[in-house]
């Protein structure tokens, strides 16, 4: 890229060149840590906050309720009157989101990033590309890792 050229040659010793060179972004990679949606509602935040540290488990959303304390109907109309969305698209959203992650920053296989992200098989995850992104995990990894 031009900015690894660039880097080269004032490590090789060359002059920096007499304008600026602007060198944009080759893309945008979300960390873990903005990927919560904050929420004034302290059971949606508590809530937000469970699913980002444990999206990659095997959950229910009657096992998400349980474990912050409220019933299942009191927790799903929260989310959605606070945010638009069920807890179980936030799930999803968040799960792929981590996928994505995992697909341009590691070299496992697709199999394995599935496990990893809390889907019960192979087949879910690429259901869950297929519906967003238009494409397979495979495509998306090299789509991205060639642009």
Known sequence: SEAARLLEELMAGKSPPAEAVMVGPKGLVARQSTDVTV?????????????????????????????????LRTLQRQFRERLGRTLWQELDYLRLERAKRLLLQSKESVRFIARQCGYSGFQQMQRAFQRVEGMTPTRYRKARQNA
């Open 39 to 71: 929420s004034q509602d302290p059971l949606v935040a508590r809530t937000m906050r469970y699913l980002a540290d444990n999206c990659h488990r095997i959950l229910s959303v009657k096992n998400i309720a349980g474990v912050v304390g409220v019933p």
